[in-house]
């Protein structure tokens, strides 16, 4: 069963696109959303997480956008550029857990 | 050194051997994981140590994976009896406490079991 919904499953833009990546969850005991950023033969690094009292959360040109009570999250990227281009992965985490469960990932490339 | 470090790199190795597969964690570093990532899956948790406590195995697929952490920092996986299946890249990540904080991730090694 797979308590983190990814998609889409590979997105492709333009640069100074918005590519938006959405993540749905069931469990409410998760209490935690960070988003991870991966390049190719690198491992991922953490690029934003938000926690559930709060809607929004922006740093630089990335935003999360939290709907608690549809439990789904979404990560929007502003003007895109070419180094963006890499695999998000959107995670979850309980509260008191230290186990993240996370979403199958999302292709992003984008086009200069 | 500034991150963490896995080696090797990458591991082929004909099917049944075992293989071991080292992390170093950031120094200071006292919560450690292991994940498994296939080709188009999410990470995978295999297990975490904290500090002296009792590892969390709860994600090991199978008797024939294990791990180690010696003296709260360095972290040895093994796979015995290696199968295609176990065919991966294989994570280690480092956090100060738990993952409330962020991790840090290795740039993994790639197995590939003939």
């Known amino acids: 069963q797979q308590q983190v919904k990814q998609s889409p499953q590979s997105l492709i833009v333009q640069k100074g696109g918005i590519p938006i990546i959405n ?3 069931e469990n409410t005991a998760f209490d935690y959303f960070p988003w991870y950023q991966q390049f ?3 491992g991922p690094a953490l690029l934003i997480a938000i ?3 709060v809607s929004e959360k922006k740093e630089g040109r990335f935003t999360i956008s939290f709907n608690k009570s549809a439990k789904q999250f979404s990560l929007h990227i502003m003007d895109s550029q070419p180094g963006d281009s890499a695999t998000y ?3 979850a985490i309980k509260g008191g857990s230290y186990i993240p469960t996370f979403g199958r990932g999302t292709s992003l490339i984008v086009h200069p | 050194g500034a991150g963490v470090s896995q080696s090797p790199s990458n591991k082929v190795t004909e ?3 075992d ?3 080292r992390c170093d964690p950031i120094s200071g570093h006292t919560a450690l994981y292991w994940y498994r990532q296939s080709l188009g899956q999410g990470l995978e948790f295999l297990i975490y140590f904290q500090g002296n406590s009792a590892p969390d195995k709860s994600g090991l697929p199978s008797d024939r994976f294990s791990a180690e952490r010696t003296g709260g920092s360095v972290s040895t996986l093994t796979i015995q009896r290696t ?3 176990d065919s991966a890249v294989y994570l280690c990540a480092s956090s100060l406490r738990d993952s409330s904080q962020p991790q840090h991730f290795g740039d993994g090694t790639r197995l590939s079991i003939l």
């Open chain 1, 23 to 25: 993540c749905a969850y």
């Open chain 2, 83 to 85: 199968q295609q299946e």
């Open chain 2, 19 to 21: 293989v071991e597969l």
């Open chain 2, 15 to 17: 099917k049944g051997k």
């Open chain 1, 89 to 91: 992965f959107c995670a």
């Open chain 1, 40 to 42: 190719p033969g690198k």
């Open chain 1, 51 to 53: 926690r559930p009292d």
